[in-house]
Protein backbone atom coordinates (compact mmCIF):
# COMPACT_ATOMS: atom_id res chain seq x y z
CA UNK A 1 0.00 0.00 0.00
CA UNK A 2 1.49 3.81 -0.27
CA UNK A 3 3.45 4.95 2.48
CA UNK A 4 3.66 8.60 4.14
CA UNK A 5 3.45 11.29 1.82
CA UNK A 6 4.38 15.02 2.57
CA UNK A 7 3.60 18.07 0.18
CA UNK A 8 5.47 19.68 -1.10
CA UNK A 9 8.95 18.15 -1.23
CA UNK A 10 10.72 21.09 -1.64
CA UNK A 11 9.56 25.13 -0.21
CA UNK A 12 11.76 28.13 -0.20
CA UNK A 13 9.81 31.01 1.40
CA UNK A 14 11.13 34.71 2.49
CA UNK A 15 11.64 35.25 6.32
CA UNK A 16 8.48 36.61 7.51
CA UNK A 17 6.09 34.78 5.61
CA UNK A 18 3.17 32.00 6.61
CA UNK A 19 4.20 28.32 5.37
CA UNK A 20 2.08 24.85 5.43
CA UNK A 21 3.29 21.41 5.79
CA UNK A 22 1.01 18.91 5.13
CA UNK A 23 1.37 15.32 5.50
CA UNK A 24 -0.75 12.08 4.34
CA UNK A 25 -0.08 9.27 6.92
CA UNK A 26 -0.74 5.57 5.87
CA UNK A 27 -4.07 4.58 6.05
CA UNK A 28 -5.19 3.13 9.22
CA UNK A 29 -2.97 4.39 11.18
CA UNK A 30 -3.62 6.44 14.29
CA UNK A 31 -0.51 8.10 15.73
CA UNK A 32 1.05 11.04 13.07
CA UNK A 33 4.41 12.15 14.13
CA UNK A 34 6.05 15.82 13.49
CA UNK A 35 9.98 15.87 13.48
CA UNK A 36 12.29 18.41 12.16
CA UNK A 37 15.91 17.74 10.73
CA UNK A 38 18.91 19.91 10.54
CA UNK A 39 22.10 18.97 8.36
CA UNK A 40 24.27 16.33 9.61
CA UNK A 41 21.74 15.39 12.48
CA UNK A 42 19.41 13.14 13.88
CA UNK A 43 15.64 14.11 13.92
CA UNK A 44 14.23 16.21 16.30
CA UNK A 45 10.57 15.55 17.84
CA UNK A 46 8.12 18.16 17.65
CA UNK A 47 4.67 17.28 18.17
CA UNK A 48 2.57 13.74 18.76
CA UNK A 49 -0.58 13.48 17.23
CA UNK A 50 -3.27 10.21 18.52
CA UNK A 51 -6.22 10.62 16.49
CA UNK A 52 -7.05 14.18 15.94
CA UNK A 53 -5.57 15.58 19.20
CA UNK A 54 -2.13 16.92 19.96
CA UNK A 55 -1.10 14.22 22.74
CA UNK A 56 2.45 15.54 23.22
CA UNK A 57 3.72 18.83 21.47
CA UNK A 58 6.78 19.07 23.67
CA UNK A 59 8.59 19.82 20.87
CA UNK A 60 7.51 22.70 19.08
CA UNK A 61 10.20 25.29 19.52
CA UNK A 62 7.98 27.92 20.50
CA UNK A 63 4.38 30.12 19.84
CA UNK A 64 5.32 29.93 16.02
CA UNK A 65 4.79 26.80 15.08
CA UNK A 66 1.47 25.10 15.24
CA UNK A 67 0.00 21.31 13.58
CA UNK A 68 -3.53 20.15 13.06
CA UNK A 69 -4.98 16.80 12.87
CA UNK A 70 -8.63 17.72 12.27
CA UNK A 71 -10.20 14.23 10.78
CA UNK A 72 -7.82 12.20 12.61
CA UNK A 73 -5.49 11.51 9.05
CA UNK A 74 -3.99 14.38 6.96
CA UNK A 75 -2.05 16.73 8.94
CA UNK A 76 -0.87 20.09 8.59
CA UNK A 77 2.23 21.80 10.45
CA UNK A 78 1.91 25.43 10.31
CA UNK A 79 4.77 27.89 10.51
CA UNK A 80 3.81 31.71 11.45
CA UNK A 81 6.63 34.76 10.86
CA UNK A 82 9.48 32.20 9.41
CA UNK A 83 12.85 32.86 10.49
CA UNK A 84 16.34 31.51 8.51
CA UNK A 85 17.28 29.08 11.75
CA UNK A 86 13.33 27.16 10.62
CA UNK A 87 15.34 25.73 7.64
CA UNK A 88 15.51 22.24 7.77
CA UNK A 89 13.87 19.03 6.45
CA UNK A 90 10.38 18.62 7.83
CA UNK A 91 9.58 14.96 8.15
CA UNK A 92 6.08 13.53 9.19
CA UNK A 93 6.01 9.82 10.67
CA UNK A 94 2.78 7.21 11.23
CA UNK A 95 2.29 4.17 13.09
CA UNK A 96 -0.47 1.50 13.87
CA UNK A 97 -1.01 2.69 17.42
CA UNK A 98 0.68 5.12 19.26
CA UNK A 99 3.51 4.87 21.96
CA UNK A 100 5.24 2.93 23.43
CA UNK A 101 5.04 -0.51 21.06
CA UNK A 102 4.96 1.50 18.13
CA UNK A 103 7.19 1.25 15.14
CA UNK A 104 7.38 4.52 12.91
CA UNK A 105 7.12 4.63 9.22
CA UNK A 106 8.34 7.92 7.72
CA UNK A 107 7.52 9.92 4.49
CA UNK A 108 10.22 11.54 2.37
CA UNK A 109 9.72 15.27 4.06
CA UNK A 110 9.70 18.69 3.09
CA UNK A 111 12.50 20.31 2.97
CA UNK A 112 11.72 24.43 4.04
CA UNK A 113 14.63 27.04 3.23
CA UNK A 114 13.71 30.13 4.65
CA UNK A 115 15.76 33.19 2.77
CA UNK B 1 16.39 11.27 29.51
CA UNK B 2 17.44 8.18 27.58
CA UNK B 3 20.96 8.82 25.79
CA UNK B 4 21.08 6.69 22.62
CA UNK B 5 25.30 6.38 21.41
CA UNK B 6 26.26 4.87 17.93
CA UNK B 7 29.42 3.89 16.95
CA UNK B 8 31.29 4.21 15.24
CA UNK B 9 30.51 7.74 13.68
CA UNK B 10 31.98 7.25 9.98
CA UNK B 11 33.08 3.65 8.18
CA UNK B 12 34.56 3.56 5.11
CA UNK B 13 34.45 0.40 3.65
CA UNK B 14 35.16 -1.53 0.11
CA UNK B 15 32.11 -3.79 -1.55
CA UNK B 16 31.91 -7.12 -0.26
CA UNK B 17 33.04 -6.11 3.02
CA UNK B 18 31.07 -6.82 6.14
CA UNK B 19 30.31 -4.36 8.94
CA UNK B 20 28.73 -3.89 12.60
CA UNK B 21 27.16 -0.96 13.60
CA UNK B 22 26.56 -0.52 17.68
CA UNK B 23 23.53 1.45 19.33
CA UNK B 24 24.01 1.64 23.18
CA UNK B 25 21.25 3.18 25.22
CA UNK B 26 21.02 4.37 28.62
CA UNK B 27 17.71 3.00 30.34
CA UNK B 28 15.39 0.17 29.54
CA UNK B 29 13.67 0.32 26.39
CA UNK B 30 10.41 -1.00 24.74
CA UNK B 31 10.71 0.65 21.65
CA UNK B 32 14.05 0.77 19.20
CA UNK B 33 14.22 0.63 15.52
CA UNK B 34 17.12 1.08 12.74
CA UNK B 35 16.52 2.96 10.20
CA UNK B 36 18.81 4.23 6.99
CA UNK B 37 18.87 7.42 5.57
CA UNK B 38 20.19 7.39 1.87
CA UNK B 39 21.74 9.85 -0.31
CA UNK B 40 18.42 11.42 -0.83
CA UNK B 41 17.08 11.90 2.63
CA UNK B 42 14.70 9.16 2.59
CA UNK B 43 14.31 7.66 6.01
CA UNK B 44 13.90 3.83 5.29
CA UNK B 45 13.03 1.12 8.29
CA UNK B 46 15.18 -1.52 8.87
CA UNK B 47 14.24 -3.08 11.75
CA UNK B 48 11.35 -2.82 14.50
CA UNK B 49 13.67 -4.48 17.21
CA UNK B 50 13.23 -3.71 21.25
CA UNK B 51 14.77 -7.24 21.64
CA UNK B 52 15.77 -10.59 20.46
CA UNK B 53 17.38 -10.92 16.29
CA UNK B 54 16.07 -10.47 12.95
CA UNK B 55 17.33 -11.23 9.62
CA UNK B 56 16.51 -10.03 6.40
CA UNK B 57 18.25 -10.50 3.51
CA UNK B 58 21.66 -9.38 3.66
CA UNK B 59 21.19 -7.05 6.84
CA UNK B 60 20.40 -8.69 10.41
CA UNK B 61 20.01 -7.32 14.07
CA UNK B 62 20.55 -7.71 17.81
CA UNK B 63 19.28 -6.17 20.12
CA UNK B 64 19.81 -7.52 24.10
CA UNK B 65 17.85 -5.35 26.18
CA UNK B 66 19.32 -6.39 29.75
CA UNK B 67 22.50 -4.98 28.32
CA UNK B 68 21.49 -1.89 27.06
CA UNK B 69 22.73 -2.43 23.66
CA UNK B 70 21.76 -3.27 19.53
CA UNK B 71 24.04 -3.99 16.80
CA UNK B 72 22.58 -3.72 13.15
CA UNK B 73 25.38 -5.93 10.84
CA UNK B 74 25.53 -5.81 7.27
CA UNK B 75 27.03 -8.34 5.00
CA UNK B 76 28.07 -8.34 1.22
CA UNK B 77 27.93 -4.64 1.55
CA UNK B 78 26.86 -2.58 -1.75
CA UNK B 79 27.28 0.55 -2.87
CA UNK B 80 23.60 1.12 -2.18
CA UNK B 81 24.00 0.58 1.50
CA UNK B 82 25.80 4.19 1.58
CA UNK B 83 24.14 6.71 3.73
CA UNK B 84 23.19 7.38 7.35
CA UNK B 85 22.01 4.11 9.77
CA UNK B 86 20.25 5.77 12.61
CA UNK B 87 19.23 3.78 15.88
CA UNK B 88 15.81 5.28 17.62
CA UNK B 89 14.33 4.01 20.95
CA UNK B 90 11.60 4.41 22.80
CA UNK B 91 10.31 4.17 26.19
CA UNK B 92 7.28 4.59 28.67
CA UNK B 93 8.00 8.18 29.97
CA UNK B 94 8.61 8.87 26.29
CA UNK B 95 6.39 9.66 23.08
CA UNK B 96 8.91 10.51 20.53
CA UNK B 97 11.74 8.32 19.49
CA UNK B 98 15.26 9.21 20.79
CA UNK B 99 17.67 9.42 18.03
CA UNK B 100 21.34 8.64 18.15
CA UNK B 101 23.73 10.78 16.06
CA UNK B 102 23.68 8.04 13.05
CA UNK B 103 26.85 5.78 11.58
CA UNK B 104 27.75 7.49 8.21
CA UNK B 105 28.64 4.22 5.94
CA UNK B 106 30.52 5.09 2.53
CA UNK B 107 30.99 1.69 0.27
CA UNK B 108 33.69 2.13 -2.33
CA UNK B 109 33.31 0.06 -5.53
Known amino acids: GAGVSQTPSNKVTEKGKYVELRCDPISGHTALYWYRQSLGQGPEFLIYFQGTGAADDSGLPNDRFFAVRPEGSVSTLKIQRTERGDSAVYLCASSVTGPPYNEQFFGPGTRLTVL | GIQVEQSPPDLILQEGANSTLRCNFSDSVNNLQWFHQNPWGQLINLFY?????KQNGRLSATTVATERYSLLYISSSQTTDSGVYFC???????????WGAGTKLIIKP
Open chain 2, 49 to 53: IPSGT
Open chain 2, 88 to 98: AVGADSNYQLI
